[in-house]
């Protein structure tokens, strides 16, 4: 069965500094991923996905992820953080032919000023 | 324009009443979601229809049924409301075997008192 783990409940950064969510899967072939963003009051909105080829994606919002299959992770990053970045983010693995998303616990980000 | 809508956003009620949710999308997806949130943010997937048919039914009690009228269209209704229901469920939808990356709903906040 396919899990994810976000080990961060909640993390604090202040504004313009970098930020990095970690996310572990677990699953037996190769994985889908995703990381999606819930602002308070809102619904998940897609940061950014990974199915094969280059471990480095690109997403919305200066949002980047890398896939290391070596250790079954599967990190988002921000290189410089601003106070609308605050909000819950979700990690979420999938599999070729399995509809269902398996989604992490999230994680709660906090921007200080 | 929305792209995945529900209605209502909030729906506070009464233990024992019966309740319906409605989600439509203007994604042109065959296959549509619901999802519970629980006080915790955990999102645990409940049901999914490709084509208006169920393709996963996870562990739900029997008072939550879900119905289809078309693709674009996926309701779900409460029967005898318990406490333990209150909760935001989202729906969301995707085009199987495609992208596999799903679209979100803003949330209904159901409060059952």
């Known amino acids: 069965a396919q899990s994810v783990t976000q080990p961060d409940i909640h993390i604090t950064v202040s504004e313009g500094a970098s930020l990095e969510l970690r996310c572990n899967y677990s699953?037996?072939?190769?994985?889908?991923l995703f990381w999606y963003v819930q602002s308070p009051g809102q619904g998940l909105q897609l940061l950014l996905k990974?199915?094969?080829?280059?471990?480095l994606v690109q997403g919305i919002k200066g949002f980047e992820a890398e896939f290391k299959r070596s250790q079954s992770s599967f990190n988002l990053r921000k290189p410089s953080v601003h106070w609308s970045d605050a909000a819950e983010y979700f990690c979420a693995v999938g599999a070729f032919g399995n509809e269902k998303l398996t989604f992490g616990t999230g994680t709660r980000l906090t921007i200080i000023p | 324009d929305t792209a995945v809508s529900q209605t209502p956003k909030y729906l506070v009620t009464q233990m024992g009443n019966d309740k319906s949710i409605k989600c439509e999308q203007n994604?042109?997806?065959?296959?549509m979601y619901w999802y519970k949130q629980d006080s915790k943010k955990f999102l645990k997937i409940m049901f999914s229809y490709n084509n208006k048919e169920l393709i996963i039914n996870e562990t739900v009690p029997n008072r939550f049924s879900p119905k289809s009228p078309d693709k674009a269209h996926l309701n779900l209704h409460i029967n005898s409301l318990e406490l333990g229901d209150s909760a935001v469920y989202f729906c969301?939808?995707?085009?199987?075997?495609?992208?596999?990356?799903?679209?979100f709903g803003p949330g209904t906040r159901l409060t059952v008192t």
């Open positions: 969301a939808s995707s085009q199987k075997g495609v992208t596999y990356e799903q679209y």
């Open positions: 699953y037996g072939a190769t994985p889908y």
């Open positions: 994604l042109g997806h065959d296959t």
């Open positions: 990974y199915f094969s080829g280059d471990t």
